[in-house]
């Protein structure tokens, strides 16, 4: 069965720091891109970072830019997210997704599309 | 960045309804738009991909339509287990997925 299982989750102080995990079973994520998403109490789901395939690039939201790096580890087929400078507006489920492409055969991709998500792992940043 | 407004963000309605959700980009996003459900305590699960791509596994009461920056979520006949939170998320942006806001559909 493929899954993925986010943890590294906890209380923090602010300015403080952690390193979420979202480590995959049943299938190779360095074949796919895989994005980490949150989501604060009763609101909704905010992009945050993005790995593409083969860990060949990155990208982070302006909201976490400088603070939060995302990076992969084929051997132990697991992305992470280095969480530093942590502020109480960071509190959140955190959730990682895999990103597969809907390709046609000419090579022309048609959708991509979160398939396969975590269950979360919640991220509370209070003194 | 491409903006993405759902409406209604909730809505109410009775078993075995029509619904409906809309989803507008703030500008074209070429097809690269999804549908998600999320009921509460779980992680999100697509539904359409696509636009118009039904996810495997999933009920076929689930419908998605539009183009360019006009999308729409149908459920043609309403389910107690329908209720949850829907989203919708464009792709077409790389690297930045964006969500809608969200809507909430109660019976």
């Known amino acids: 069965e493929e899954q993925l299982v986010e943890s590294g989750g906890g209380l923090v102080q602010p300015g403080g720091s952690l390193r979420l995990s979202c480590a995959a079973s049943?299938?190779?994520?360095?074949?796919?891109?895989v994005i980490w998403v949150r989501q604060t109490p009763g609101k909704g789901l905010e992009w945050l970072s993005h790995?593409?395939?083969?860990?060949?690039?990155?990208y982070h939201a302006d909201s976490v830019k400088g603070r939060f790096s995302i990076f992969g580890d084929k051997a132990k087929n697991s992305v992470f997210l280095e969480m530093n400078s942590l502020r109480v507006e960071d509190t959140a489920v955190y959730y990682c997704?895999?990103?597969?492409?809907?390709?046609?055969?000419?090579?022309?991709?048609?959708?991509?599309?979160?398939?396969?998500w975590g269950r979360g792992t919640l991220v509370s940043v209070s003194s | 960045d491409i903006q993405m407004t759902q409406s209604p963000s909730s809505l109410s309605a009775s078993i075995g309804d029509r619904v409906t959700i809309t989803c507008r980009a703030s500008?074209?996003?070429?097809?690269?738009l999804n549908w998600y459900q999320q009921k509460p305590g779980k992680a999100p699960k697509v539904l359409i991909y696509?636009?118009?791509n039904l996810q495997s596994g999933v009920p076929s009461r689930f419908s998605g339509s539009g183009s360019g920056t006009d999308f729409t979520l149908t459920i043609t006949s309403l389910q107690p287990e329908d209720v949850a939170i829907y989203y919708c998320?464009?792709?077409?942006?790389?690297?930045?997925?964006?969500f809608g806001q969200g809507t909430r559909l109660e019976i």
């Open positions: 997704a895999r990103v597969t492409r809907w390709e046609q055969p000419t090579g022309t991709i048609r959708a991509r599309f979160c398939d396969l």
């Open positions: 049943g299938f190779a994520l360095k074949n796919y891109g």
């Open positions: 790995i593409r395939s083969g860990n060949t690039s990155i």
């Open positions: 500008q074209t996003i070429n097809n690269f």
């Open positions: 696509g636009t118009s």
């Open positions: 998320q464009q792709t077409y942006s790389i690297p930045m997925y964006t």
